[in-house]
């Protein structure tokens, strides 16, 4: 069975639902035989490539809040991640264009790493004090992850590499009714969107190997579950 998630490395829920959903696989009985691709979706792809802005002016801009409202925000999704075990800085990220990101996932995908890089730039997002957003930081991250750093170096030079199927798995998402992220589709029949707890996933697994109908695609698990809308909107 083919799980498929899409995702983007700049929502915080994603990081977070990708957590809880490795924890709901690991408790359902048939892990060994489920095949996990993670595919492209752009929060913001309109943001300007090689701009970034600090997370937190960002979020009180957009929504209109104070700078001590956006830390507030941020603290709340932060104490979701630390409550899974994963590290989350409130202080000092960026956010910017993942387009070279999901182009470089790609790649990893192709050479059967691709867990491993997502996973790394992750933790560079949202636990480290490295910026995702420029070519020396994901040709480092390629190179950890276990890419070839010419290869890597080379995709990133030229930005026609992978960019098609990036936009392919964009419209894929768009036709499956993935309104934002992360999206969960199980054996291209159900779908489960949202960060949801790690037992929903197992449930969702078990429904999907018996082939029982849980939710058409397109729909939400009935349990709802914070996650990052397609204008870059990040529930909190």
């Known amino acids: 069975m083919r799980v498929e998630i899409w995702s983007d490395i700049a929502c915080p829920w994603c990081y977070i639902g990708k ?5 709901g696989l690991a ?14 979706f752009e929060l913001n792809p309109n943001l300007p490539k090689g701009v970034t802005a600090p997370v937190i002016d960002t979020l009180a801009k957009k929504y209109g809040r104070t700078l001590d409202e956006a830390r ?29 990101i999901h182009r470089l996932l790609h790649l990893a995908r192709e050479r059967g790493r691709q867990n491993e890089l997502l996973d790394l730039a992750y933790r560079a997002n949202f636990a480290e004090e490295r ?16 890419l070839d750093e010419a290869e ?34 199980l054996d ?6 949202g960060g949801q707890p790690a037992e929903v996933f197992t449930q969702a697994l078990e429904q ?29």
């Open 19 to 23: 957590a809880r959903f490795e924890k």
């Open 27 to 40: 408790a359902f009985a048939h892990r060994e035989d489920v095949e996990v691709v993670h595919r492209s």
């Open 131 to 146: 910026s995702v957003f420029d070519a020396e930081t994901l040709v480092r991250l390629g190179v950890e992850a276990g």
């Open 72 to 100: 507030a925000m941020e603290e709340h999704v932060a104490s979701n991640a630390r409550s899974e075990g994963l590290e989350y800085r409130t202080e000092g990220r960026d956010s910017g264009n993942t387009f070279d």
């Open 208 to 236: 999907a190997w018996q082939g029982r109908v849980l939710q058409p695609i397109g729909g939400a698990a009935d349990t709802a579950a914070p996650a990052c809308d397609a204008d870059g909107t990040c529930e909190v």
């Open 188 to 193: 291209r029949r159900y779908g489960v969107s």
């Open 152 to 185: 890597v170096k080379a995709v990133l030079a030229d930005e026609s590499a992978y960019a098609d199927a990036v936009r392919a798995e964009e419209r894929e998402a768009a036709e499956l009714g993935a309104n934002g992220v992360p999206f969960f589709v």
